[in-house]
T-cell receptor
Framework: SQTIHQWPATLVQPVGSPLSLECTVE??????LYWYRQAAGRGLQLLFY??????ISSEVPQNLSASRPQDRQFILSSKKLLLSDSGFYLC?????????????FGEGSRLTVL | QKEVEQDPGPLSVPEGAIVSLNCTYS??????FMWYRQYSRKGPELLMY????GNKEDGRFTAQVDKSSKYISLFIRDSQPSDSATYLC????????FGAGTRLTVKP
């Protein structure tokens, strides 16, 4: 069966510090990978998605970047965090070639920027 | 206008009640309609999935899609305290778009 791991689960970072969130998927090959941010009362905002190694599409220009160094690894980064980067970050995957909206989410990473 | 509109609630009902959750949308290209359930401090999990208009039933849950009205619903029968969660509607015509989520509490 497929599983998705996301870490760290919780982190508190000062403004201006760097960020790295990691996500790995097991039990499937060539998945589509996604990073979402969830703010209270605003639903899920798509930040980045990837259909293959090194292929990253950005939905919203911002202080964050994403990379996909391996087929089942997806990394969200920032060089300098802003207060507005606080939120609940979710990694997700879907089957390659299926545009049905069926997404499988990780447990999330709660980021607080102070 | 947002592509997907969902009343964030909160919604509180007694155990055993029928719950109705709804979303409206504006993009006619949406073909796939989903409901995700998210427990506190967890990632969302897919609850119901429907293609195009019609009804789909799974146990106590029924999803309805009315494409002519751009309106989707999720009904929960005989609601249980374990149903307390945030319910997010989602739609796809390529890229998935989510509603804001409705926070539901079922009181024993």
């Amino acid at each position: 069966s497929q599983t998705i791991h996301q870490w760290p689960a919780t982190l508190v970072q000062p403004v201006g510090s760097p960020l790295s969130l990691e996500c790995t998927v097991e039990g499937t090959s060539n998945p589509n990978l996604y990073w979402y941010r969830q703010a209270a009362g605003r639903g899920l905002q798509l930040l980045f998605y990837s259909v293959g190694i090194g292929q990253i599409s950005s939905e919203v220009p911002q202080n964050l970047s994403a990379s996909r160094p391996q087929d089942r690894q997806f990394i969200l980064s920032s060089k300098k965090l802003l207060l507005s980067d606080s939120g609940f970050y979710l990694c997700a995957w879907s089957h390659r070639g299926r545009n049905t909206g069926e997404l499988f989410f990780g447990e999330g990473s709660r980021l607080t920027v102070l | 206008q947002k592509e997907v509109e969902q009343d964030p609630g909160p919604l509180s009902v007694p155990e055993g009640a029928i719950v109705s959750l709804n979303c409206t949308y504006s993009n006619s290209a949406f073909q796939y309609f989903m409901w995700y359930r998210q427990y506190s401090r967890k990632g969302p999990e897919l609850l119901m999935y429907t293609y195009s208009s019609g009804n789909k039933e799974d146990g106590r849950f029924t999803a309805q899609v009315d494409k002519s009205s751009k309106y989707i619903s999720l009904f929960i029968r005989d609601s249980q305290p374990s149903d307390s969660a945030t319910y997010l509607c989602a739609m796809s015509g390529g890229t998935v778009r989510f509603g804001a989520g409705t926070r539901l509490t079922v009181k024993p």
